[in-house]
Nanobody
Framework: QVQLVETGGGLVQAGGSLRLSCAAS????????MGWFRQAPGKAREWLAA???????????EYADSVKGRFTLVGGDDDNTVILHMSSLQPEDTALYYC?????????????????WGQGTQVTVSS
C-alpha cells in the first residue's frame, strides 16, 4: 500500500523558513513525479512545485509563480523522500501543505493527475 507522509510544518514568523519533507512508502518514486500543493481555508487547492525524473540522472523541477525564488524542491537522502525548502514565508503562505505522487507523466500542475496524496502538514505564518 502506497503512503505519503508529510512532516515539517509548524508556526513561523513572517520572513522565516521551514523545511517540509515527504516520505513515500509502498513503492519507489525516484523515477516518477512528486509534487507539492497547498490549500488555505476557503480557497482552492494550489499547485506549488513538482519534480520529474527526466530519464537521466537529473530531474526537471517546475515552480508556481507564487513561490518561485522562495521555495526549492529537492530529493532527500533516499530515493523516496522529497524536501520542500521554503523561505521568506508570508502570512499568505498559511495553508495545509500536501505532497502528491504521479505514476505516469501527466500534467504537473493538475491535482487530478496525481495518483497518491499525503494527509498534509499545516504551515502557519504569523505577521
Amino acid at each position: 500500500q502506497v503512503q505519503l507522509v508529510e512532516t515539517g510544518g509548524g508556526l513561523v514568523q513572517a520572513g522565516g523558513s521551514l523545511r517540509l519533507s515527504c516520505a513515500a512508502s509502498g513503492r519507489t518514486f525516484n523515477r516518477d513525479t512528486m509534487g507539492w500543493f497547498r490549500q488555505a481555508p476557503g480557497k482552492a487547492r494550489e499547485w506549488l512545485a513538482a519534480r520529474r525524473w527526466t530519464g537521466a540522472p537529473t530531474y526537471y523541477v517546475e515552480y508556481a509563480d507564487s513561490v518561485k525564488g522562495r521555495f526549492t524542491l529537492v530529493g532527500g537522502d533516499d530515493d523516496n523522500t522529497v524536501i520542500l525548502h521554503m523561505s521568506s514565508l508570508q502570512p499568505e503562505d498559511t495553508a495545509l501543505y500536501y505532497c502528491a505522487a504521479q505514476l505516469k507523466q501527466r500534467r504537473l500542475r493538475i491535482g487530478a493527475d496525481y495518483d497518491w496524496w499525503g494527509q498534509g502538514t499545516q504551515v502557519t505564518v504569523s505577521s
